[in-house]
């Protein structure tokens, strides 16, 4: 499990990296990662080590079936149509965006596969979990229910539950995210996300969520 929280991250400057074992143990253990700028906390994450091991699973072991969103191959990339101005941004021109059901355009639900573009790390190919963590990060964009143009739904907060190592580069999401009542909301909403890679179910994430009105 990754939990991470976030504030506002500067850009165009170096910032501090910190490490810490906050509960040791052979078969589960806790570490935690934060970010500083020039002493200020703007970034900090969690994660929770389970053992793995090898364990033949019974035949009569019952499971959910995988159910995954279909599959990225033949289905168009489609750009967020939302964007700052021209500049370049994660959202756009970092990750390719293929949906199986629904769009960008249409809000609720929808079902995508998203691939990583770019190195998390200069020279370094991105792992599964990089994959899977910056995937999970759309889960409020992509299953927007509000006008964007009225409203915002920013998540403070990321939760991702993995199964396994994810595989390959590919990382599907079945996605929805939910305000309230169908008349009221407290301002407080929650996305969600199943995640799967081209091998079947491979965890979920959640993301709380401040809402607000633009105006």
């Given at each position: 499990?990754?939990?991470?929280?976030?504030?506002?991250?500067?850009?165009?400057?170096?910032?501090?990296?910190?490490?810490?074992?906050?509960?040791p143990g052979r078969k589960v253990s806790l570490v935690a990662v934060r970010l500083d700028d020039e002493g200020v906390e703007v970034a900090?994450?969690?994660?929770?080590?389970?053992?793995?091991?090898d364990l033949e699973l019974p035949d009569d072991t019952v499971q959910p079936p995988p159910d995954p969103p279909g599959s990225p191959h033949g289905v168009p990339r489609q750009r967020a149509a939302w964007a700052v101005d021209d500049h370049i941004a994660f959202h756009r021109d970092s990750c390719e965006h293929r949906f199986t059901e629904g769009s960008w355009d249409q809000p609720g639900p929808v079902g995508v596969w998203i691939r990583l573009l770019v190195g998390v790390v200069a020279g370094e190919t991105p792992t599964g979990a990089q994959r899977a963590a910056a995937a999970a990060d759309f889960g409020n964009g992509v299953?927007?229910?509000?006008?964007?143009?009225?409203?915002?739904f920013i998540n403070p907060d990321l939760t991702v539950h993995l199964l396994?190592?994810?595989v390959g580069e590919w990382i599907g999401m079945r996605t929805a995210s939910h305000y309230g009542t169908a008349t009221a909301s407290t301002g407080v909403g929650f996305a969600e996300s199943e995640l799967y890679d081209l091998e079947g179910r491979l965890g979920r994430s959640v993301q709380s969520l401040l809402l607000d009105s633009r105006s």
């Open positions: 499990m990754k939990q991470c929280f976030f504030s506002c991250l500067p850009v165009g400057r170096p910032l501090t990296l910190a490490t810490e074992i906050e509960r900090r994450a969690r994660a929770l080590r389970i053992r793995r091991s299953s927007g229910g509000l006008p964007f143009d009225r409203f915002t396994r190592p994810p």
